[in-house]
């Protein structure tokens, strides 16, 4: 079993940057994949990043350019660089280990325009 904590949101104004960080512990893999999901009010969770094993890392549109997803070389941590924030990244952000299996609790972040 995995257990997932993410810490890192907040408020931040718009144009402005946090960084969410997400320690995982457990049965933990270099080969498993980790990523960030986030969840609008009233929508689904969706996906917002993932780092693949290898070192590959795939961003959805609406992010890309913007976010970096990134892990520590201990393989436990993973991080997501948030710069240039707009009002609609404003979400609780969820972290995921070989994603869709195991999830962090989320953490909120709201954006000011």
């Known amino acids: 079993q995995v257990h997932l904590v993410e810490s890192g949101g907040g408020l931040a104004q718009a144009g402005g940057s946090l960084t969410l960080s997400c320690v995982a512990s457990g049965d933990i893999s270099e080969t498993n994949s980790m990523a960030w999901f986030r969840q609008h009010p009233g929508d689904e969770r969706d996906l917002v990043a993932i780092?693949?094993?290898?070192?590959?890392?795939h961003y959805v549109e609406a992010v890309r350019g913007r976010f970096t997803i990134s892990r520590d070389n201990t393989w436990n941590t993973v991080y997501l660089q948030m710069n240039s924030l707009k009002p609609e990244d404003t979400a609780v952000y969820y972290c995921?280990?070989?994603?869709?299996?195991?999830w962090g609790r989320g953490t909120q972040v709201t954006v000011s325009s």
């Open positions: 780092s693949i094993s290898g070192g590959a890392t």
């Open positions: 995921s280990y070989k994603p869709g299996n195991d």
